[in-house]
């Protein structure tokens, strides 16, 4: 039943548009039929090799930097008042600022390479991840602390097996709300001076006005969201199974 409940609207939907753009002959939006029909002739394992994979290795480079950045970052600031009262405003400012707006920016110190689209990807995916893991390592309980130090757990011992296990629903949140600015940063980082990636790639197919194509690309973006967040959500379970399990157990 939970498999027809996820498939159920897809289903729906997808049922939706084949009918209502049957017979359509406005060319910006062909039949659906019309694009399945090229699609595995655009996506060939070669296209997939040179396109869809240097975008995935980007996005998952930029995504892992992020969460380094800003589980590190958030639990210093999270621990320390000071430091929090400090870079506060600081934070409010910077995260403020549309990512894309900072692309040409960071154009001009890192060039047009991968570094700049892992940067994009990162100067997007990097707030969500610092704000949660602050405010998860604040709500860190009270009396679990003094009872670590009563233990003498302290430094890294507490690190590890007190602040972030407390943390880490709100850290995994972050995450997930990451993961989705990622695919959206890589599709906008490789609109900008690129020469392969998805997102190059349906717009070469819009300049080019080979609009099927290009809904095929559109097709394949929404897809690898599907699976990459499917991917996380099976890295959240197995990492957070004591979490849930309890949340099972307290309502039970």
């Not at 934070?91 to 549309?98: D, H, I």
């Not at 880490?168 to 600015?181: E, K, T, Y």
């Amino acid at each position: 039943m939970r498999i027809v409940y996820w498939l159920g609207l897809p289903i729906v939907l997808v049922v939706a548009w084949w009918v209502a753009t049957a017979g359509s002959t406005d060319f910006y939006v062909p039949p659906l039929q019309s694009i399945v029909a090229v699609f595995f002739d655009v996506w060939t394992l070669d296209r997939l090799r040179a396109d869809v994979l240097p975008s995935l290795l980007r996005l998952l480079a930029g995504f892992a930097l992020a969460l380094l950045l800003g589980v590190g970052l958030g639990v210093l600031i999270g621990s320390r008042p000071r430091v929090r009262a400090t870079v506060e405003p600081v934070l409010e400012f910077l995260r403020a600022v549309p990512p894309p707006v900072l692309v040409p920016v960071i154009m001009l110190f890192a060039g047009i390479g991968d570094g700049m689209k892992i940067l994009v990807i990162v100067s997007g995916c990097v707030w969500p991840i610092l704000l949660n893991t602050v405010e998860g390592v604040r709500a860190v309980d009270g009396v679990l602390t003094e009872t670590a130090r009563a233990y003498g757990l302290t430094g890294p011992a507490r690190l590890w097996r007190l602040t972030l296990p407390a943390a880490s629903p709100q850290i995994v949140a972050g995450a997930r709300q990451a993961l989705s600015l990622a695919i959206i940063l890589m599709v906008i980082s490789e609109m900008f001076a690129a020469s392969s990636g998805l997102g190059y790639t349906i717009v070469e197919f819009q300049r080019s006005f080979a609009i099927p194509e290009m809904w095929t690309g559109i097709i394949l973006l929404g897809l690898l969201g599907v699976v990459l967040s499917g991917l996380f959500r099976l890295a959240e379970t197995a990492i957070l199974g004591w979490y849930h399990g309890l949340r099972r157990a307290q309502k039970g």
